[in-house]
T-cell receptor, first 112, second 112 residues
Framework: GEDVEQSLFLSVREGDSSVINCTYT??????LYWYKQEPGAGLQLLTY?????DMKQDQRLTVLLNKKDKHLSLRIADTQTGDSAIYFC????????????FGSGTRLLVRP | EAGVTQFPSHSVIEKGQTVTLRCDPI?????LYWYRRVMGKEIKFLLH????????ESGMPNNRFLAERTGGTYSTLKVQPAELEDSGVYFC??????????FGSGTRLTVV
């Protein structure tokens, strides 16, 4: 099975809040990330959280981390049409490479 | 500061042909990573260079894939011969230290 799991699709109305969920497996991960991919573009780092934190807020973005349940969420307040994209959750694998382990991505569609 | 640059942005080749993807990392970044997203699935790690040395190539699918980073600057990823299942988006990322990675826009490879 996958190491990092996300739901595949989320549709919200413009102005509503979006919540994208992720579960991961490596309890030794130091950093957890949210990346955004817009159509035809690369991966843009949206935000990250250290594993010793429970919450991080950055403007419209709120990241919640439940380390006991290995659950990470991204809340986007006042979702705009420009937020439509694929959102990837990722954890660092604490080996020699500190490589990223990604989920399959959640496609967020914002309806006007 | 220039970001991570990948060439080409798109490539369409026939099964059995050879394709070479190129990544120019951010100047001064010793760490260079290759990742791949196949058929809408998760983004998977391929390999990691530290300068010109392969630190971790555990994600390379098979011996049809060859990555090089001569001189520790740009990197190439060659697929020879290409198969249909190699189609996907190949991402490159670079970092100076651990934890913060800058991704390129990716190369979309289609093998027909």
């Amino acid at each position: 099975g996958e190491d990092v799991e996300q739901s595949l699709f989320l549709s919200v109305r413009e102005g509503d809040s979006s919540v994208i969920n992720c579960t991961y497996t490596d309890s030794s991960s130091t950093y957890l990330y949210w990346y955004k991919q817009e159509p035809g573009a690369g991966l843009q780092l949206l935000t990250y959280i250290f594993s010793n934190m429970d919450m991080k807020q950055d403007q419209r973005l709120t990241v919640l981390l439940n380390k006991k349940d290995k659950h990470l969420s991204l809340r986007i307040a006042d979702t705009q049409t420009g937020d439509s994209a694929i959102y990837f959750c990722a954890e660092t694998r604490m080996d020699s490479s500190y490589k990223l382990i990604f989920g399959s991505g959640t496609r967020l569609l914002v309806r006007p | 500061e220039a970001g991570v640059t990948q060439f080409p942005s798109h490539s369409v080749i026939e099964k059995g042909q050879t394709v070479t993807l190129r990544c120019d990392p951010i100047s001064g970044h010793d760490n260079l990573y290759w990742y791949r997203r196949v058929m809408g699935k998760e983004i998977k790690f391929l390999l990691h260079f530290v300068k010109e040395s392969k630190q971790d190539e555990s994600g390379m699918p098979n011996n049809r894939f060859l990555a090089e980073r001569t001189g520790g600057t740009y990197s190439t990823l060659k697929v020879q011969p290409a198969e249909l299942e190699d189609s996907g988006v190949y991402f490159c990322a670079s970092s100076q230290g651990v934890g913060f990675y800058t991704f390129g826009s990716g190369t979309r490879l289609t093998v027909v």
